[in-house]
């Protein structure tokens, strides 16, 4: 099965910090060898993590929480968005098996952070259910989601998620999508890069730890600032960083 493309661009940085772990390990003595398999173990399964969230083989809490918060979850809701996709509430019912949200796409920023959220509202309960960026969100308009406990789409559109859903509003400033919809934006892997580096600003500092804790010199303060600084990137993408 070929990757989705909302999942392309986290996977290629992933690939690229393990290739930056790897690199120094030729130039590393036993203690820094360890710690940089350390990393890369932590890079390994926090992105397993992430992609179990992604493909529903770890339930991301949306469907649940939408349910603890009162009532009889989405079920018993679907009449109560009937401003939003009519056409998708009657498909729902000849389906049976689905079950259907209003939703709408907010962008997250917050400090050096820009994130994608799914706003889903069952009646006055709602959630916010971070996901991958692709370009399809930057145009969604208010609609339907046909939601399961393993999967968010919107007619033949998936969307991944990219963390827990959460039940209170996500901090800092939300944009909501303008109301009509117009062309899908293309980005670039390196503005997408570019933007993800920002918070990079402290690996030298890292470097510096790394340079105390292992007892090296210049070559060790280079490699602990590159593989941090990597690792920063990374974590960006990983959580489904927003480059609209």
């Known amino acids: 099965m070929p990757t989705p493309r909302a999942l392309t661009y986290p996977l290629f940085v992933t690939c690229g910090t393990l290739v930056v772990i790897a690199a120094w390990v030729p130039f590393a003595d036993l203690d820094q060898v360890s710690a940089l398999a350390v990393v890369a173990l932590g890079v390994l399964g926090y992105t397993g993590y992430q992609m179990a969230l992604a493909f529903g083989a770890v339930p991301s809490g949306a469907v649940t929480r939408l349910g603890e918060t009162g009532g009889s979850g989405i079920a018993g809701h679907q009449g109560e968005s009937s401003e939003v996709a009519p056409n998708r509430r009657d498909a729902a019912g000849r389906q049976g098996a689905s079950e259907f949200a209003a939703g709408r796409r907010v962008r997250q920023q917050h400090r050096l952070v820009s994130r994608s959220f799914l706003e889903i509202s069952v009646g006055e309960r709602t959630v916010w259910q971070p996901v991958f960026y692709e370009p399809a969100l930057s145009t969604l308009t208010p609609t339907d989601l046909d939601i399961t406990p393993r999967s968010i789409s919107a007619g033949s559109t998936r969307f991944f998620p990219s963390g827990r859903a959460r039940t209170t509003e996500p901090p800092g400033k939300l944009v909501d999508n303008p109301t009509r919809p117009a062309d899908p934006p293309a980005f670039t892997p390196t503005r997408r890069l570019i933007l993800d580096a920002q918070s990079t600003v ?16 210049l070559p060790a303060f280079i490699g602990g600032t590159t593989v941090a600084a990597a690792t920063a990137t990374w974590l960006s993408a990983i959580r489904g960083s927003d480059p609209s």
């Open 202 to 217: 402290a690996a030298p500092f890292a470097g510096l730890l790394w340079v105390y804790v292992m007892n090296g010199g």
